[in-house]
């Protein structure tokens, strides 16, 4: 009896587990997982953020109009000066040297031009008595404005050397402010090169630089809102005031300048601060940053299939990020949902359940 009963129970164990195998082998039904759509909005929505700093309006290289050695530095970068003060002083004794000589220079030509006066004097006298010949007296007389022309060219060299002494100190343009310092005391520097750079007093605004490919799309007085790093959601109104024509050999950037009212932002000189341009009208769509995917460095979107509620990866052409959005210049249309969190989950066609912000079902195929 008992050899019967466990007979059965091996019997019943084997066909439980032969149950069990065919059980594992079965597919599994996918599960269809929500997934938060939006249709892009017109480009206007997109608000593009391009990081600067503030800068004086106008600022001055300022440096030596003759070579030399720098003796002295009196200021540092961030030094408030006022016009006329001396910011850096050349060693001057070769300049002083120049001086002398074209003093002495002067004093011996003025000796040879008054000697050349009293022969010409003297000829003269003796012509009127007919004691020498007409050509005599000439000789005396160009040689006496020869000596008056050299008299006059070494003043003139004269007054040049004194200038350059005078060069030897850099002085301040105007009022303003030590933006930077490019050189110290004991270096060698030629005539030209920059020591100091100085923002002078006055207007501040915000240099920026705008991307190649969307250049078209600013343009001198558009509006842009302002806002600095030190103040983070206070933003002030703006207007570009400059914008360059060409681009810079190395970024392909666009230089622009963005005039705003300092005052009321308590803008300093160096703080760094964001400008905020609207998309023009020309860009036709924009999506949150979300759901922009890269791949390659190939942007894409994945876009709902309306008929099937299946995800489609689709390429797209963007423009410059925005804080929150991105244009979008290629690839998308307006009636299509595209996938606007989570878009590094998800994979190609895969079914998903397509919902609002506000968590409820999107019937795609009625639009």
Request: hydrophobic share 45%; aromatic share 4%; with cysteine.
């Amino acid at each position: 009896m008992n050899a019967i009963a466990l007979r059965h129970g091996v019997l019943a164990l084997g066909f439980a587990l032969v149950l069990a195998g065919c059980g594992n082998g079965a597919k599994e039904a996918e599960v269809i997982r929500p997934a938060l759509v939006e249709k892009p909005l017109p480009g206007g929505h997109a608000v593009l953020a391009f990081p600067g700093d503030v800068r004086a309006r106008e600022e001055s290289a300022l440096s030596f109009r003759v070579a030399g050695k720098i003796a002295k530095r009196h200021v540092d970068a961030g030094a408030q000066v006022k016009s006329g003060d001396v910011l850096a002083e050349l060693d001057a004794d070769d300049l002083r040297l120049q001086v002398d000589a074209s003093r002495a220079a002067l004093n011996s030509a003025q000796a040879d031009l008054a000697l050349a006066k009293t022969e010409r004097e003297r000829y003269r006298a003796l012509l009127d008595r007919k004691l020498v010949a007409q050509s005599a007296f000439d000789a005396q007389d160009n040689a006496f404005k020869a000596a008056q022309a050299r008299a006059e060219q070494v003043r003139a060299q004269l007054d040049v050397t004194r200038n350059q002494a005078g060069y030897a100190q850099l002085r301040a343009p105007a009022d303003g402010i030590v933006a930077t310092r490019h050189a110290e005391a004991g270096q060698n520097v030629a005539a030209g090169q920059t020591v100091f750079t100085l923002a002078a007093d006055g207007e501040r605004e915000i240099a920026i630089s705008l991307p190649e490919q969307t250049i078209g799309q600013f343009s001198v007085g558009q509006r842009v809102m302002v806002e600095l790093w030190s103040q983070p959601g206070t933003r002030v109104p703006g207007t570009i005031r400059e914008l360059s024509r060409a681009a810079d050999a190395l970024a392909r950037t666009y230089a622009a300048r963005v005039s705003f009212d300092a005052e009321t932002a308590d803008a300093q000189l160096g703080q760094s601060a964001r400008v905020y341009i609207g998309a023009a009208e020309g860009t036709a769509l924009s999506v949150p940053l979300a759901a922009v995917t890269a791949d390659g460095g190939a942007s894409f979107v994945w876009v709902v299939d309306p008929a099937t509620s299946t995800l489609r990866r689709t390429p797209v052409q963007t423009g410059p990020y925005g804080e929150e959005r991105v244009p979008i210049l290629a690839g998308l249309a307006d009636t299509d949902w595209v996938v606007v969190a989570g878009a590094h989950l998800v994979r190609d066609g895969q079914p998903v359940k397509p919902i609002d912000r506000d968590n409820r079902a999107i019937a795609l195929a009625a639009e």
